[in-house]
């Protein structure tokens, strides 16, 4: 062994960046307003986990004119993480932050129809997976609209600082892909980045053109995995909110 190498048992340099391994999400509080009743439990899916389509989704924004470094724009993403979204996707990151192995809650709502704005609801959130001065990323958990991860980062491209957003993805079970496919998912998928890109160039002064680049890399359906449906936190958050009065009555009882 050189001077320079680990011991085979020391853990890599960058160990503290990454999300200790957890069989399922554990939530005890969540910040006002969102719900985490679709997350605590949940175990966290990769794309091997998915039904649909494998796609490979990648945005992003050059922030031509501004003198700044990747380090301070992730930086900058990270603590406005909320604020870079539309007005129909709320997220809410837990008080540490985005940090390993912190949940980012999210509220947001999906099309019912291609061009329709988001009607019916979802309540989901993601784990921080990794993250460094430069970069990133979220896993989703059962139930999620798509199963995989989704990479924030910034990197020096020809003297600009360029921000990015890359998703390896799949619908999680028939109704998302059918969604995906039909209702309006694709789109409304891509109005998400764009939109937080747009936003995030806005911050530094930027009205930037986002770039998007879309493949498939597996064209086929994983009919094995249509079970998610039963995760499924579009149906679950319709329910929950259908049983809002009854709670409130059941509450009132017990006073």
């Given at each position: ?7 085979r ?5 960058d160990a503290?960046n990454?999300?200790q391994p957890?069989?399922k ?5 969540a910040?006002?307003?969102?719900i985490?009743?679709?997350?605590d439990?949940?175990?966290?899916t990769?794309p ?27 930086k ?10 539309m ?7 837990s008080?540490?932050?985005v ?12 099309p019912?129809?291609p ?12 784990l ?5 001065d ?7 958990p059962?139930?999620?609209p ?5 990479t924030f980062?910034?990197y020096e491209e ?7 957003v890359q998703?390896?993805i ?7 892909e059918?969604?995906?496919r039909f209702m ?20 530094w002064?930027v ?6 680049q ?7 359906i994983?009919w094995?995995e249509?079970?998610n ?6 149906i679950?958050t319709?329910l929950y909110?259908?049983?809002?009065p009854?709670?409130?009555v059941?509450?009132?009882?017990k006073?």
């Amino acid at each position: 062994m050189d001077a320079t190498s680990e011991p085979r048992d020391a853990p890599p340099r960058d160990a503290a960046n990454w999300a200790q391994p957890i069989s399922k999400l554990k939530v005890s509080d969540a910040p006002t307003g969102a719900i985490h009743s679709n997350l605590d439990g949940r175990q966290v899916t990769s794309p091997l986990q998915g039904f649909g389509r494998l796609w490979r989704r990648t945005y992003r924004v050059r922030l031509s004119g501004v003198q700044t470094t990747p380090a301070h724009v992730v930086k900058e993403w990270k603590e406005n993480l909320g604020k870079f979204q539309m007005p129909n996707n709320h997220f809410y990151p837990s008080l540490a932050g985005v940090k390993p192995g912190e949940v980012v809650f999210i509220d947001s709502t999906l099309p019912v129809w291609p061009g329709s704005p988001g009607i019916v609801p979802v309540s989901v959130g993601v784990l921080v997976l990794y993250a460094d001065d430069e970069m990133f990323t979220v896993m989703t958990p059962e139930g999620h609209p798509v199963s995989g991860w989704n990479t924030f980062s910034a990197y020096e491209e020809d003297g600009s600082t360029v921000a990015q957003v890359q998703a390896l993805i799949r619908a999680s079970d028939p109704i998302y892909e059918f969604g995906y496919r039909f209702m309006g998912g694709e789109d409304a998928e891509d109005k998400v980045w764009i939109g937080a890109l747009d936003a995030l160039a806005a911050h530094w002064g930027v009205k930037g053109q986002v770039q998007v680049q879309k493949s498939i890399l597996d064209p086929e359906i994983q009919w094995s995995e249509w079970k998610n449906i039963w995760r499924n936190a579009a149906i679950r958050t319709t329910l929950y909110l259908l049983a809002s009065p009854l709670r409130w009555v059941s509450q009132l009882f017990k006073r």
